[in-house]
Nanobody, 125 residues
């Protein structure tokens, strides 16, 4: 069955770092755009970052995370990472990865079809 699984979340102090992983099973991520989204309690889900097909190599970031987060593809064709540095309490959310056949500098949630179940990131002292 086609599936995405996120991992790497946890509790970190402000200024700390986490590396999230998105792993696909049943298919490869190499030919798809992969996006990271997050949803904080009581708030709507928002796009965080995306990366185009491996051949294209383009990336996009929300203004709130530019300079702090980096999206990348792993050596394995079914893996995408989100490196999160200089974390802030407002980064606290459930983080999801998802796939899309399209890529845009603006992360369009409607373009993403297959979603993981999310991993919790909590930034607190």
């Amino acid at each position: 069955q086609l599936q995405l699984v996120e991992s790497g979340g946890g509790l970190v102090q402000p200024g700390g770092s986490l590396r999230l992983s998105c792993v696909a099973s049943g298919f490869t991520l190499d030919y798809l755009t992969v996006g990271w989204f997050r949803q904080a309690p009581g708030k709507a889900r928002e796009g965080v970052s995306s990366i185009s097909s491996a051949r294209g190599g383009s990336t996009a970031y929300a203004d709130s995370v530019k300079g702090r987060f980096t999206i990348s593809r792993g050596n394995a064709k079914n893996t995408v990472f989100l490196q999160m540095n200089s974390l802030k309490p407002e980064d606290t959310a459930v983080y999801y990865c998802a796939t899309s056949p399209y890529f845009s500098d603006y992360i369009k949630e409607a373009d993403f079809g297959l979603w993981g179940r999310g991993t919790q990131v909590t930034v607190s002292s």
